[in-house]
């Protein structure tokens, strides 16, 4: 809420006297002393907050649409089409990561917004990279996200048509047959950095036929991986021969590893994104092609391979798949290269020369369990931590599109995800070190089956029974040996309030093991005092047993993608505590509510996860891969606010 404006006193008035701001200052600590009151009462049974929201209160502020304004806005503009026609074409050889939650939601978004349709088209034109693994998990992510894809489509669809239009290329004098090294290719345009002059290869200029014979001498396997190539003949040396995407970019290639998961071994030879992807795009009739800018380039070679093939008239869009290119969505403090992932999962052995000239090695173990490790963000691991989709969805559509870098710290994507979170999960009671704490003059009176509300501020519908006894669990972090001024849980001969529970307690006495860690806790019953704080607590005779994880970054820097990957520097900066495990953990029987809840659901929803706020502790799920055989493993999805008054 913005401060109220500042006026000063007319020049004939005198400012307040000492004894008036004492008697001020005092009166404002008393009134934040009694709301501090009102509010722990709040969380107690009989006193849950009932107030609504009235016809006064401001209404929020509907966010705003991107796909009716801005960078979305404009590039539909450019081709307003009654029927509009977008797709999602990953390469299935890895896992997606956040930043494609992004791609998912401006190609399916647009799509939905103009009532058009979305494709899901797997580009499988690699065999010796891909697994069935990535083609499932990413149709189960789209689908996770709430999509649904109006075809799921591959490229290898349409490899008898792309052989033909290469052939058909070739005829028009528009590709040939290179048979140079990759070092001779690069050479000729422009060496490693691009600046030396670049030239014509020798096999540029030969006749039309003979590329037609050697381009099939390839699909008959006559060429090895390496040794032939076909490639577009472009330009050198028009307008725009400053783009690499002009320079005789290859259109096929030979493939070593050529078994393919839907062709089996028919084809030797495979064709590129870059001849593969517009072509696609027309067959399929795609009318807005949406990309990230790294591509921006490709739209001269996408355009140009169009029209060379009569499937796009120069200059237009009317005719043709139009591409634009929108800012890509990175996230600091994370790793997203498939590559530096698959090390951390695989683990590696990497060589370093060392100042002597030698070769030392070295193997670095993995540092995580698998692609879908919570510490991780890929969305497979996003999801398994217990991210609800609609959260990770609503936070990219309101960082909005346009052609620049979007750039973000992982702090906002989690505030984000906690201010989901706190207006849809209900609270339980979660204690993460637990030490008994015997209520020595409790009588059997004074035990009971509490009736909790989910939510005490009555945002979040329904109630669980608790049960409260003569023993409880506290945390560790709740008790103290020895008591100071500025503690205000238990300690030895101070009141505390336990949440929910009518009357706080006071420690007594405690014992330790031989170790000197503190195991029990003697206490009784502190009637009529007023405890200065309330902390969790669980009943020792119906907790539930869990194990806990809790999350830190991965690493150490803020860059981890500055680090040294070539020679393993980067192992040296990851974080040994990244995840924190509790194995002895206590939940109290509430839980056991929720996941009947749950089951009594209709099973199949795309974000199937039990979720819940555990006071003063963070938002956890039930970790779907782990939780079996009677055992619960709980996720920390994200902390609760920093509380700075504590």
């Known amino acids: ?8 006193p ?3 008035e005198k400012g307040p006297s000492k004894r008036a701001l004492e008697k001020a200052r005092k009166k404002a600590e008393a009134a934040a002393k009694k709301a501090a009151l009102k509010a722990e009462a709040a969380l107690r049974p009989k006193e849950p907050s009932t107030a609504k929201e009235t016809s006064t209160t401001p209404a929020t502020t509907a966010p705003a649409n991107v796909f009716a304004e801005g960078w979305l806005k404009r590039v539909y503009e450019e081709k307003p089409v009654k029927n509009v026609r977008t797709r999602f074409p990953p390469e299935p050889n890895g896992f997606l ?6 791609a998912i939601a401006v190609n399916f978004g647009f799509a939905k917004h103009h009532n058009g349709v979305c494709f899901l088209r797997y580009d499988d034109t690699n065999p010796a990279k891909e697994e069935e693994i990535y083609f499932t998990s990413i149709l189960d992510i789209v689908k996770w996200l709430g999509f649904e894809p109006y075809k799921v489509t591959y490229s290898s669809d349409h490899f008898d048509k792309l052989y033909e239009l290469a052939e058909e290329l070739i005829r028009r004098d528009g590709a040939y047959v290179c048979h140079c090294s990759r070092e001779e290719v690069n050479r000729q345009r422009g060496g490693p950095d691009n600046r030396a002059p670049r030239y014509a290869c020798e096999h540029r200029t030969r006749p039309i036929e003979e590329s037609l014979t050697e381009f099939r001498a390839m699909r008959d396997g006559k060429y090895k991986a390496g040794e032939a190539y076909l490639r577009m003949k472009q330009s050198l040396t028009d307008p725009n021969e400053g783009n690499p995407q002009m320079w005789d970019l290859p259109a096929y290639r030979v493939v070593e590893k050529n078994h393919h998961h839907r062709t089996g071994d028919r084809w030797k030879i495979y064709p590129t994104y870059d001849f ?21 380039q490709s739209r001269v070679s996408y355009d140009w391979l169009l029209e060379k093939l009569d499937y796009k008239v120069a200059k237009s869009e009317e005719k043709g798949p139009m591409q634009r290119e929108y800012g890509r969505l990175n996230v600091t403090g994370t790793i997203l290269s498939k590559r530096r992932i698959q090390m951390l999962v695989e683990g590696t052995t990497v060589e370093k020369k060392n100042e002597d000239g ?6 670095i173990p993995p540092s995580v369990r698998n692609w879908d490790d919570p510490r991780l963000y890929t969305l497979v691991a996003l999801r398994r931590r217990g991210i609800p989709a609609q959260a990770l969805l609503s936070f990219v559509e309101g960082l909005g599109v346009t052609d620049a870098l979007t750039e973000i710290q992982t702090l906002r994507l989690e505030n984000a995800i906690r201010k989901h979170l706190e207006r849809t999960v209900p609270r339980q009671m979660l204690i993460l070190d637990p030490i008994k704490v015997i209520i020595e003059d409790m009588t ?7 009736t909790i509300p989910y939510d005490p501020k009555g945002t979040i519908p329904g109630e669980r029974k608790v049960a409260f006894g003569r023993e409880v669990y506290i945390d560790r972090s709740d008790f103290r040996e020895e008591d100071s001024l500025d503690y205000f849980r238990l300690a030895p001969n101070k009141v505390v309030g336990l949440y929910n529970v009518a009357f706080p307690i006071c420690a007594t006495s405690f014992s330790k093991d031989e170790n000197g860690k503190v195991t029990q806790i003697k206490a009784v019953k502190a009637s009529g005092e007023k405890p200065k704080t309330y902390i969790q607590w669980v009943d020792v005779a119906t907790a539930v047993p869990v194990t806990a994880r809790q999350y830190f970054p991965l690493f150490k820097t803020d860059s981890p993608n500055a680090l040294d990957w070539k020679s393993g520097g980067w192992a040296d900066d990851l974080n040994p505590n990244s995840e924190i495990v509790y194995d002895n953990a206590v939940i109290e029987r509430g839980l056991e509510g929720l996941r009947k809840e749950h089951e009594s659901k209709p099973s199949g929803a795309s974000d199937d996860l039990v979720r819940f706020q555990a006071l003063r502790t963070g938002y956890f799920c039930i970790d779907p891969v782990d939780s079996k055989d009677g055992k619960v493993v709980l996720n920390q999805i994200v902390s609760l606010r920093e509380d700075k008054a504590k």
Request: hydrophobic share 30%.
């Open 276 to 296: 593969t992807h517009c072509l696609v795009d027309a067959f399929e009739e795609i009318s807005h092609s949406m990309c990230t800018t790294e591509f921006q």
């Open 358 to 363: 030698t070769v030392s090695t070295r193997t």
């Open 10 to 12: 007319p020049a004939e």
């Open 97 to 102: 990561h956040i930043g494609h939650a992004k």
């Open 444 to 450: 059997p009176d004074d035990e009971a089956e509490l």
């Open 1 to 8: 809420m913005a401060d109220a404006p500042k006026t000063d």
